[in-house]
């Protein structure tokens, strides 16, 4: 048997019909330095995809191609071809993908094949890939490969596997909380949520409305209370803050929302607190303020449009305007962004270790309710919280190129929007900088 294994393809019954196709390897400059036993095979696999022939030799082959090279894609390529032509038992591509997921599990080929194999299966395939792809990250957690491939088979087959992946997502992150994988396939799951939940939502009468938490502001709340968590136990995980971001990027919301909850400068806050140069923390302020400007900005342009001091809150509109709690900023609202906590000794305790970032803070970025009951005004005040508000933001960045200079460019920019804001709004970079 060892013979007939090691003999030449060329000396084998089975291909004397097959005129071999020899790699042309041009000049030689780069040529592949191909075995004698790859270059062979290879001529052989050039003749059969030639000819278009998709037979049981054809299917070996493939195998022999793919134990040579197991990144060699057109050898996959055809595989499937041979296996969906020969009507072959596709759970028999366990066997031969496990073997070769021992030795290499971060093969592009070998887990798109997986996924042509268990869309041909059907559902009742889905809970042995999740259990495949879930041994590999076990040996490696981050392994990008399982994830998406967890991700396929959950979006193909659906039903339970959405709720039992969530779990599974949730107990990867408690593992460890820097797995930026496991916080990506969280909002993966995330937005399939929203989207099932809107569903439901919509086709309810309007009393059946106003009894229930619209679905976008209760999941908004729920997960800024689980980042709130994660980020308390890793101030420094940029993986926590990017999933924070993340959540003002929902559909039904802008970046800008990410200035209506208070939860978001708590979160930054109490981050400061415990780690005062955390540049995540001191990036999600900064940009906490730039949003809140926006919408101040939002609310200038409302009121100059109405001529008249009556307008309306700040942005939003549907679930954030009608369902999120203290986000709205009307004309005497401005000081909800957080104020309560800076008196309280939070800015305080910032500016007892940080006084860079403190004077971002304590400033309020936002005109106090005396301020705006004496008189000055709806489009006054929203001046006033613009002003507030650019200076904390670029007092935040002056601190994030010493915390993070590496990104220095990244900050550049933010201060450029923000200088930007203020000449459209009237307010000189003067009085931003003094």
């Known amino acids: 048997m060892e013979e007939l294994d090691c003999m030449p393809m060329s000396a084998s019954p089975e291909w004397q019909d097959v005129q071999p196709l020899e790699v042309d390897d041009g000049r030689k400059v780069v040529a592949i330095q191909y075995t004698s036993k790859h270059r062979e095979a290879m001529a052989y696999f050039r003749a059969i995809l030639e000819k278009g022939e998709k037979s049981a030799r054809a299917l070996a082959l493939t195998e022999e191609m793919i134990s040579l090279n197991q990144a060699d894609y057109t050898a996959w390529q055809w595989r499937w071809a041979c296996l969906c032509a020969l009507g072959s038992d596709i759970t028999q591509e366990y066997a031969f993908t496990d073997a070769i997921m021992q030795s290499n599990a971060k093969n592009y080929q070998l887990w798109n094949h997986r996924r042509k194999c268990a869309l041909a299966l059907g559902a009742g395939a889905a809970e042995r890939e999740l259990s495949v792809a879930g041994q590999a990250l076990d040996e490696d957690e981050k392994n990008y490969h399982a994830w998406a491939h967890r991700q396929a088979i959950v979006k193909a087959f659906g039903g339970h596997l959405w709720a039992s992946e969530l779990a599974y997502a949730q107990d990867m992150v408690s593992r460890d909380v820097r797995n930026n994988s ?96 955390s540049a995540p923390a001191l990036d999600a302020l900064s940009l906490y303020y730039v949003h809140l400007a926006h919408l101040a900005a939002k609310q200038m342009t409302t009121s100059d449009a109405s001529g008249g001091d009556g307008v309306s809150n700040v942005g939003g509109s549907g679930a954030l305007s009608a369902h999120s709690a203290p986000a709205q900023h009307g004309p005497a609202g401005f000081q909800a962004s957080g104020s309560e906590n800076m008196e309280g000794g939070g800015a305080a305790s910032m500016q007892a270790q940080q006084n860079q970032a403190s004077s971002a803070v304590g400033n309020g970025a936002v005109a106090s309710a005396s301020s705006v009951a004496g008189g000055t005004g709806a489009a006054a005040a929203a001046r006033l919280a613009i002003l507030r508000s650019a200076q904390s ?40 900088l003094g």
């Open 393 to 432: 933001a670029v007092a935040l960045l002056n601190h994030l190129m010493v915390a993070d200079p590496i990104r220095s460019m990244y900050w550049n920019h933010r201060w450029q929007e923000i200088e930007a804001l203020c000449l459209r709004t009237g307010i000189q970079v003067e009085e931003v």
């Open 182 to 277: 496991a916080w990506n396939q969280r909002a993966f799951l995330l937005r399939h949520k929203l989207e099932a939940e809107m569903g439901e939502w919509n086709v309810l009468s309007p009393e059946q409305q106003r009894q229930q938490a619209h679905p976008l502001s209760a999941m908004l709340a729920a997960e800024l209370e689980y980042v709130a968590a994660q980020v308390a136990i890793a101030p420094r995980n940029e993986s926590a803050w990017n999933y924070l971001h993340g959540l003002f990027r929902l559909p039904g919301t802008h970046p800008h929302d990410m200035a209506r909850f208070q939860e978001v400068y708590a979160i930054c806050a109490e981050a400061l607190r415990s780690c005062p140069n």
